[in-house]
């Protein structure tokens, strides 16, 4: 992340377009705003559009405003979007997402800072700086004929992808401390701590949600203060690949209350082997994640066929060994007295 904010501060000392890249989440529109904030543009407008929210059959009139008279109900021009970033910084989220007669326009404007207001015939010019960004694939787009070729290389001049949380972790304990003192500042409490635990299930979590899912779990936790909530919503979920089939035989009867014991089976597996993993293989704190005493994770560990990785066979008991071991049975010496008794047994005649 050091070379992305490198280059954000050489990019905010230019006009140059920027497109920034990443899933939803990854904090394209931080950067936005850090680039405007970092440029002599600072002290003028900072105009955020999200495309995809306003109706294409709107999206022009909004973008570049409109003249009186230009439709029913135009009673006075209205200055768009665009005018209202004048030499300040206009940011077109989801770029993707607009229109081809809009795209022509807006390729217009990057090429010689010129557009003219929908119902108008003068030419308007305005000095701003373009940052676009995309979640998705614009060259796909391309391929597909959704979107223009040459506003692509428009809005590309310099392009910055931005990784997902799960591939920069290492910022993760940065973070963390970075929105608890935000949230901390935000309500006026002391900032929350986050236990070493809580820390190593955080940093075994993939994050779909990316840093807005982490901006969103510290508020929560900054309000509340229980771990426990912020386990709950870390807790390994039944999506993807560890998605319990539910291809079964219809060739034949089935047995629901087996099928269904079966799937409860393997799901408990999952989600033990997760915590597991995120625990460093500690059976202890695995237990206390899941809120189950220690005797039960052996038993289940042993019922689901969980063994550690490292683990080769005579080097450790299995864990169901460890639960059922027979205590030793404790051999008293016998009194002299008793060993020395003797049975009479009645004589025939």
Partial sequence: MQDIRKRIELIAATDVAVLLQGESGTGKEL????IHALSPRAKYPYVKVSCPVIPNALIETELFGYERGAFNGALSEKRGRVEQ???GTLVLDEVGSLDLTVQGKILQLLEDGTFTRVGGHETLGIFTHIISIANGDLSRQVAEGSFRLELLYRINAVTISLPSLRQRKVDLPRLVEYFAQKHANE???APRTVSKDL???MLAYDWPGNIRQLDNLMRSYTVIGDE???VQELAPTSTGRDKVSAEIDVTKPLSLKQITKSATKDLERQI???VLQANSWNRQKTA???????RSLLYKLAEVGINHPETTEGHEESPLQEVVRPAPVEIRRLKPSLLETTIQLPVRA
């Fill in 31 to 34: 950067c936005a705003q850090l």
């Fill in 85 to 87: 970033a004048h030499k």
């Fill in 187 to 189: 309500f006026q409490v």
């Fill in 199 to 201: 820390l190593q299930l």
């Fill in 228 to 230: 426990s909530l912020v």
């Fill in 272 to 274: 033990i082997l997760k």
């Fill in 288 to 294: 206390k994640w899941l809120q189950i005493s220690y």
